[in-house]
């Protein structure tokens, strides 16, 4: 499942590029994916909502199994 989150992931991270962003995968474990926001991504104000309507909505609707995701 983890090489499914990144592959997702790196379809999402040129327009986390294109504000100065990232996101790294930390770990998956039972559903819950666990991301770091860096760059412009990691102080944002809008960090919560690209996490949960930007990059949640995605992973979730490519990989179903996919139960949250979490910034650490």
Do not use: F, H, W, Y
Not at 3 to 25: H, T, W
Not at 48 to 65: A, D, N
């Amino acid at each position: 499942m983890r090489d499914r989150v990144e592959e997702v992931l790196s379809k999402i991270r040129p327009s986390l590029m294109m504000d100065g962003g990232n996101v790294e995968l930390v770990n998956v474990d039972d559903g819950v994916v666990r991301v770091k926001l860096t760059g412009a991504c990691g102080g944002c104000a809008m960090a919560t909502l690209t996490l949960k309507m930007g990059i949640e909505r995605v992973l979730k609707q490519e990989i179903p199994e996919v139960k949250e995701v979490v910034a650490v």
